[in-house]
């Protein structure tokens, strides 16, 4: 039987998400990162992208490690 999967990343404006989703459709693990809030100064609206980047790689390395060590 082959295995395999994908990984999905969702990326809003007060978290990263990231889900890993077997070939059968399955949903086999989940990671999040919240992100600080986006609101300065009153009504102002600024995300840091640095910020942004971290929490990406963040997920992206959770789920991978968790990809791998349970050899999906």
Not at 32 to 52: A, C, Y
Request: charged content about 30%.
């Amino acid at each position: 039987m082959e295995r395999g999967c994908f990984i999905g990343i969702d990326q809003g404006s007060s978290a990263t998400k990231a889900v890993v989703v077997g070939t059968d459709g399955s949903v086999l693990y989940q990671a999040k990162r919240e992100l600080s809030p986006p609101f300065r100064e009153g009504v102002r609206v600024e995300q840091d992208p640095e910020e942004i980047l971290r929490s990406v790689r963040d997920v992206l390395n959770d789920t991978a490690t968790w990809a791998r060590d349970h050899a999906v």
